[in-house]
């Protein structure tokens, strides 16, 4: 947590995500795999109507929501212990829940008083019952740290050690964090359609377009990892790089429209030794296809009378911050007057970060703030020289959208006025969808 | 009867208290019988009655805490702040709570703002070493944003765990600030069921808020214990010439105040209104209407006849009384005849579950099956008057299949397998979409005021109609998709069969 110079504590209000435990979404994330809550009665319920819920509506789908198995703590556990009561719920899970995987998620009682959580899981493995743990105690790190947590957990203690063959143009994609990004349904579905366009055969891991388990356990065969965030993965890849002499690819930006998705496409392209004509005819045909639309939208971007607003205000997890800005900077010329990073990357990343928004174009250096409290986020984005004229950013950032006179657009964790099923703002088809909901904006608070 | 207890900063759980249980199944007969509040002459706290058998297997899905409901109603206190002393997982629902925050604002006309909470943000170290400077700073920090009248701090589990000394440090900052500064120990261990969370925060306020030795007294003046729902007292106390003091959420921290200030009390649900009605009691002289709750005609007959015993306005209410049941009458009997051979099943929070069946039940809608999240033997006022299951089997017959359970998705797809309800009533997330899957819609009443008087009998009536139309939804959903359940469990017919033989879960394991 960097504390802001505003504040004497270190608290968060309107927080923009959740705790390790959170994290449990991304077991949800995986087809049939079903977490197992070694926690308090609402550690479970709170993330979910959070992150889930209040998140888009994403829904708990196959074994979220209220569904995963829960030891629901209570003073008995907390004084003698919660091991017996896990191991009879593991079993009981395994009897009531279809899964082709369970991953017990500790919460902060079971840490603190310090069950043997390994050593119950231990029983269940040696019998070869589908189950890991993870220890995801809530004051060890938010949900982006719980998600490499039980990515590794699945890794180590299910998939196990493999020498085998690699399989040439496979590659695992670790990207956004699902659920917590309201679009990952949609954004990893295009993100697995233009890898696949370009040849590569892709593990993307979580979501509907994820095999599930039987997907997870080719991971170790891939050719390389691809990691398509600011940060987040990069722990994951270099562990994968270790474990399984995978190498991996670090690609900081998301790309959204062609220019940035052309980018990303021949690099990965390049590093996967893929046929270049290959890779560029689908990148020709894809922007053929965006170009169309951009010739209908020309009409509207360059001659609607009331005008269309430049200055913008994001405020998001450093990602989808870059992504967005990249896209409106630099196929658009749109002005970004602040831009605020919400998700505490760890301090060792933070400094890439900063860097990448400083090239954000070749006339365009953004400062980017890291700060997690929502009230100091209110107050820089008030402080800005220049009102911004359409914030990207959370439904907490609505009062002061409406004090700005300036448009809202929902898109990060909690974005409870936006209902998402499988729009993407990612790749090429994303980009259209992110420039319908932002315009749709703008000129609806005309009337 | 048992003294409530002001001078702890803690509150009582439910079960030291009331000897809630969550897990039971059987009939309502039954229920009311072993629960032996009004029936037998057991009806004390503490009593014989109060030793409810629980039916907890080994198997149990995830429920809600106390801390939930403390956010949701000291976290919704206008003019206040709410400080989570907790890590940050504890506040990411605050999300939550500021959406019905936001739409409740809008449904009362007040002006839509988010909701003032904190965390403290606690992490590894603080573990160790302990949290209480975090707290400090924090209360500093809300105190110089938003100079607030009252700043609640609620407890987590790792602050219980790790034994942080809070009350010191409320102490040391309502000394400090001049303002109440109000401790609510409410860690998600420490209950098995959520309801504690309302009590805690009841108990902060009548210890710390509310006005002790009133000067003036507002004879006009009802508290009305609830939640987010819209305006549905107000226009209705119009007619007695009363008026409305909706606490705890949404209000202000003088309305909090001025509820010694009241003529009486009464709330939507027993359930929620319980503790903090009792308190107004006995520690501040406000009676609490002592009625079976305002759901059905006979039942918001007698509700109203005792408000207006307490406020001496029995004329205005017989007028208004009787001028309901005429206007209602024709569109109830309408509603009747379209809702003809509807079966519907109920699941909600205890208390509310028996005034929604009433409701259905004088719609002439088959009710044979209900689950509520828990079941308290007794309430805290101890007077038969408020046994609302008693009340329900005594005037409108058994519910044949009563199940207590905290919110099991499991134990709710064995009950919608064997009732094949038209339609379910609920309230908390979680079941709606068991029922989906399976081809039932749900009615989920967000506004809980919805099935209140004689109004909520038309209100329910409709929303059945328009809900049981979804049914194509969930037909076809059910179709397509279905249960994250096993053979094994689905095939099952008793949903409390794992609390009667746990051991079966170990069955064909070496």
């Not at chain 1, 079903?34 to 074994?63: H, M, T």
């Not at chain 1, 107050?379 to 002061?400: E, L």
Request: a negative charge.
């Amino acid at each position: 947590m960097t504390k802001q110079p505003s504040m004497k504590s270190e608290s968060i209000s309107r927080p923009r995500y959740g705790c390790a435990i959170g994290a449990l979404h991304s077991a949800v994330a995986i087809p049939k795999v079903v977490p197992i809550l070694d926690c308090g009665p609402g550690c479970g319920d709170k993330q979910f109507v959070s992150l889930a819920f209040y998140n888009g509506y994403q829904g708990g789908g196959y074994g979220g929501g209220a569904t995963p198995p829960s030891i629901n703590t209570t003073e008995k556990e907390v004084v003698f212990g919660g091991n017996d009561r896990l191991r009879e719920l593991i079993q009981g899970s395994l009897k009531v829940i279809e899964a082709d995987l369970f991953v017990v998620t500790t919460g902060c009682v079971s840490d603190i008083v310090g069950d043997d959580v390994q050593s119950v899981v231990g029983e269940f493995q040696r019998r070869n019952d589908p189950v890991v743990y993870a220890e995801t105690g809530g004051f060890r790190g938010n949900n982006f740290i719980g998600h490499e947590l039980i990515v590794r957990s699945i890794v180590d203690q299910f998939l196990g050690d493999y020498d085998g063959e690699k399989e040439k143009g496979l590659v695992n994609v670790w990207t956004e964090l699902p659920f917590h990004n309201t679009f990952w349904r949609g954004d990893l579905g295009e993100i697995k359609r233009i890898l696949e366009g370009i040849g590569l055969k892709v593990n993307i891991l979580f979501g509907h377009g994820s095999a599930g388990i039987s997907e997870w356990r080719t991971i170790p065969k891939a050719q390389f990892n691809i990691v398509l965030h600011t940060w987040l993965g990069i722990r994951t890849a270099e562990h994968l790089q270790k474990k399984y002499g995978q190498p991996f690819i670090h690609v900081p930006v998301i790309p959204i429209g062609p220019i940035q998705t052309e980018r990303f496409l021949t690099e990965v392209g390049e590093f996967a030794g893929l046929d270049k004509s290959k890779v560029r005819s689908f990148i020709d045909k894809e922007n053929e296809a965006y170009y169309k639309y951009m010739e209908d939208f020309t009409d509207f971007f360059s001659e609607y009378w009331w005008g269309i607003p430049s200055r913008f205000a994001i405020v998001t997890d450093s990602a989808y911050a870059l992504a967005i800005t990249k896209y409106l900077v630099n196929q658009f010329g749109l002005i970004p007057v602040t831009a605020i990073a919400t998700e505490n990357p760890p301090d060792e990343y933070c400094e890439r970060i900063r860097e990448e928004f400083r090239s954000v174009d070749c006339d365009v250096s953004v400062d980017v703030q890291f700060i997690e409290d929502g009230h100091v986020v209110d107050q820089t984005i008030r402080s800005a020289p220049q009102p911004p004229a359409i914030i990207f950013g959370t439904t907490w950032d609505r009062d002061v959208a409406k004090d700005l006179g300036a448009g809202i657009v929902e898109v990060s964790f909690p974005a409870s006025y936006e209902v998402v099923l499988s729009r993407s703002y990612v790749g090429y088809r994303g980009a259209l969808s992110l420039l319908e909901k932002i315009f749709t904006v703008t000129i609806s608070k005309s009337a | 009867m048992v003294k409530i207890n002001l001078e702890a900063t803690a509150v009582e759980s439910r079960e030291q208290r009331l000897g809630t249980v969550v897990y039971w199944g059987g009939d309502a007969k039954e229920l009311v019988e072993q629960s032996g509040y009004s029936k037998c002459g057991k009806g004390k706290r503490g009593g014989e009655g109060c030793r409810l058998c629980e039916a907890k297997g080994p198997f149990t899905q995830g429920s809600v805490c106390s801390e939930q409901m403390v956010e949701c109603q000291a976290g919704n206190v206008r003019e206040a702040v709410l400080i989570q002393h907790s890590p940050i997982g504890c506040g990411v629902s605050q999300s939550f709570y500021n959406n019905i925050y936001r739409v409740g604002l809008a449904s009362r006309n007040l002006p839509v703002e988010n909701l003032k909470m904190s965390c403290t943000n606690l992490t590894e170290g603080d573990m160790v070493f302990g949290g209480l400077e975090k707290l400090r700073l924090t209360i500093e920090d809300v105190y110089e944003r938003h100079k607030p009248k009252a700043i609640f701090i609620g407890t987590s589990c790792a602050t219980g765990i790790i034994g942080d000394d809070v009350d010191s440090v409320t102490a040391e900052y309502t000394e400090k600030l001049g303002i109440p500064v109000i401790p609510l120990h409410c860690e998600g261990f420490r209950s098995k069921h959520w309801s504690t969370g309302f009590d805690a925060t009841q108990h902060g306020i009548l210890r710390q808020i509310v006005t002790k030795d009133p000067v003036k007294k507002q004879e006009d003046l009802v508290n009305v214990i609830n939640l987010w729902g819209s305006d549905v007292f107000g226009p209705m106390f119009k007619n007695l010439n009363l008026r409305v003091n909706y606490v705890v959420d949404m209000a202000t921290v003088d309305e909090l105040a001025q509820m010694s200030e009241a003529a009486a009390t009464v709330s939507f649900c027993n359930t929620l209104g319980s503790y903090l009605a009792e308190g107004l009691e006995q520690a501040f002289g406000v009676p609490q209407v002592r009625a079976p709750q305002p759901y059905g005609i006979s039942g918001t007959d007698a509700w109203l006849r005792d408000l207006a015993r307490l406020t001496h306005r029995e004329e205005l209410a017989e007028k208004f009384i009787a001028s309901e049941h005429e206007r209602i009458a024709p569109e109830v009997e309408e509603l009747k005849r379209k809702l003809s051979g509807l079966q519907g099943f109920v699941s909600t929070g205890s208390a509310y579950a028996h005034g929604l069946i009433t409701v259905l039940r004088e719609l002439g809608i088959t009710v044979n099956g209900s689950l509520v999240f828990h079941h308290d033997p007794i309430y805290d006022s101890e007077d038969p008057s408020q046994d609302s299951l008693a009340y329900l089997v005594e005037n409108y017959g058994n519910v044949e299949d009563f199940t207590v359970s905290i919110r099991q998705p499991f134990q709710f797809y064995t009950l919608l397998q064997k009732h094949r309800p038209d339609f379910i009533l609920i309230r908390h997330n979680g079941l709606a979409p068991v029922a989906a899957r399976l081809g039932i819609p749900a009615a989920p009443l967000g506004d809980e005021h919805i099935a209140i008087g004689y109004q909520g009998l038309i209100n329910m009536g409709n929303v059945i109609l328009e809900i049981v139309k979804r049914k194509k939804f969930c037909v076809d959903l059910s179709k397509h998709v279905g249960t994250p359940y096993t053979k094994w469990w689905t095939d099952q017919k008793d949903p409390n069969i794992l609390a009667k033989n746990p051991d079966i879960i170990w069955e064909g394991v070496k």
